[in-house]
């Protein structure tokens, strides 16, 4: 997709001759185009709405454009909108002040349209590029964050329970288990027969009492874990188990659970 389809030039210029060719020359590439002549109300209007782009006068009636640049900058919602000056003066000074107040360029008047076009087209790019590597740094920064509390999760999962062994390694597995993934309830149970059987059970800060789930556990995601190795809801868990009368007491809303298997891959728990 063209940056024309998408991006929208605001020029700001008491000139009017200056306004319609600009306007012609922008909105017949494709750009959307937004004119202004008074400074005052081109930054509430840049507040209200902010363009992809400014054109802007440095010779305004109200208020120069070195102080709308410099008002725009400083404001953390606008201080990114590339500008670029629009100007009679050909005093290098001028044109050191205007960039250092953060301007990407200037255009000379009398302008010609190509090199508008050429500069106009050449700063959205680097925006969208800059766009581009904000959001894959802002991704990038997450993902190593979520690597980060993965490799501390699993740290302290180990550390918590690797000198345990027997009836305490249990209690100690699903407290740092529950700590681990930040969730209210986790239960390691065994199954004999037709029955589970808690080893250990967590809910929400403490250990509570193990329970038995007897025959009719056939309508709870425990029976999917068994039969199929493993089964994850992420939602609404009491509304597909109805009839699981622990999920509803608990109010679960989502639910991970996984077989524990023996050497001969069979589920024992």
Not at 7 to 33: Q, R
Not at 170 to 195: D, Q, R, T, W
Request: charged share 20%; hydrophobic share 40%; glycine share 4%.
């Amino acid at each position: 997709m063209s940056l024309t389809n998408n991006s929208t030039v605001l020029v700001i210029d008491d000139n009017p001759t200056n306004l319609e060719v600009l306007h012609y020359a922008l909105t017949e590439v494709g750009y959307e185009v937004r004119v202004e002549i008074d400074g005052y109300n081109a930054l509430n209007q840049i507040e209200l709405q902010p363009p992809d782009l400014i054109l802007l006068d440095v010779m305004l009636p109200d208020i120069n454009g070195f102080e709308i640049c410099q008002q725009l900058k400083a404001n953390p919602c606008t201080q990114e909108i590339p500008i670029i000056f629009m100007t009679a003066l050909i005093n290098i000074e001028d044109k050191v002040t205007g960039l250092s107040l953060g301007a990407v360029d200037y255009i000379t008047k009398p302008f010609q349209q190509e090199e508008v076009l050429a500069r106009v087209s050449l700063h959205l790019k680097m925006r969208h590029l800059n766009k581009t590597l904000e959001i894959r740094n802002s991704q990038l920064q997450k993902e190593i964050e979520e690597r980060q509390k993965t490799e501390m999760a699993l740290h302290n999962l180990v550390s918590g329970t690797a000198s345990l062994m027997g009836k305490d390694f249990f209690p100690a597995f699903v407290k740092h288990l529950a700590a681990s993934l930040e969730v209210n309830y986790v239960f390691i149970s065994e199954k004999k027969g037709e029955i589970l059987e808690t080893l250990a059970f967590w809910s929400v800060d403490r250990l509570s009492p193990n329970f038995t789930y007897k025959p009719e556990f056939t309508f709870t995601p425990c029976k999917i874990v068994l039969e199929q190795g493993r089964c994850f809801c992420f939602s609404k868990v009491r509304e597909q188990f109805p009839q699981d009368i622990g999920l509803q007491e608990l109010e679960v809303d989502s639910y991970l659970g996984i077989a524990l298997l023996n050497s001969n891959q069979e589920p024992i728990g």
